[in-house]
């Protein structure tokens, strides 16, 4: 089975802290995927990448950026996390151009910014 | 701006009933529509999908009624049981997946 693996089920940040959000897949996928997830809001896309050292805005990028130096290893950074990036956040990671797309998902991060 | 809307928010069915979760579209655009199922602690899974050109796919329980002329889609939770409490997510994508609001299903021993 796919494993995607993020490093910390729970995170406790202060204001203006840098965060490291790291995600792990073993199935060679080649796009990965973070994506934040809060009530009444579903699932908003931050970033993606297609491949190593590639990578694209979603539909909310602003105070985030990411890095995939390994094919494996997608992080999502927070250069000064703020209070309204306290969130649930989902990495997931798929095989490129598959006709029906299928994301897998890791278990999430909850991140809480005092 | 979303692309894909959701309804309802939160649902409550007795065991043995049948779960209704709708979503709408508006890009014509968008070519394969999934489902994904997510219980409390762990990430969404896909659930079923479907694409545009059939109108209803069925795996188990679990059916996808797709209207085109209408961009609407659904899922249909047949006799409902409690282990089918989840957050349910519908989806869309042209070249990205765009994914709706997302519903909490309780079903009621």
């Known amino acids: 089975d796919v494993k995607v693996t993020q490093s910390s089920r729970y995170l406790v940040k202060r204001t203006g802290e840098k965060v490291f959000l790291e995600c792990v897949q073993d199935?060679?996928?080649?796009?990965m995927f973070w994506y934040r997830q809060d009530p009444g809001l579903g699932l908003r896309l931050i970033y993606f990448?297609?491949?190593?050292?590639?990578?694209e805005k979603g539909d909310i990028p602003e105070g985030y950026s990411v890095s995939r130096e390994k094919k494996e290893r997608f992080s999502l950074i927070l250069e000064s996390a703020s209070t309204n990036q306290t969130s649930m956040y989902l990495c997931?990671?798929?095989?490129?151009?598959?006709?029906?797309?299928?994301?897998?998902f890791g278990s999430g991060t909850q991140l809480s910014v005092l | 701006q979303q692309q894909v809307k959701q309804s309802p928010q939160s649902l409550i069915v007795q065991k043995g009933g049948i779960s209704i979760i709708n979503c709408a579209y508006e890009?014509?655009?968008?070519?394969?529509f999934p489902w994904y199922q997510q219980f409390p602690g762990k990430g969404p899974a896909l659930l079923i999908a479907?694409?545009?050109?059939?109108s209803e796919k069925k795996e188990g329980r679990f059916t996808i009624s797709f209207n085109k002329s209408a961009k609407q889609f659904s899922l249909h939770i047949m006799d409902s049981q409690p282990g089918d409490s989840a957050t349910y997510f519908c989806?869309?994508?042209?070249?990205?997946?765009?994914f709706g609001q997302g519903t909490r299903l309780t079903i009621n021993p």
């Open positions: 479907i694409r545009p050109d059939v």
């Open positions: 199935m060679d996928h080649e796009n």
């Open positions: 989806a869309a994508r042209a070249w990205k997946l765009v």
């Open positions: 890009n014509t655009a968008f070519d394969y």
């Open positions: 997931a990671s798929s095989f490129r151009g598959a006709t029906n797309e299928k994301l897998f």
């Open positions: 990448s297609y491949d190593v050292k590639m990578k």
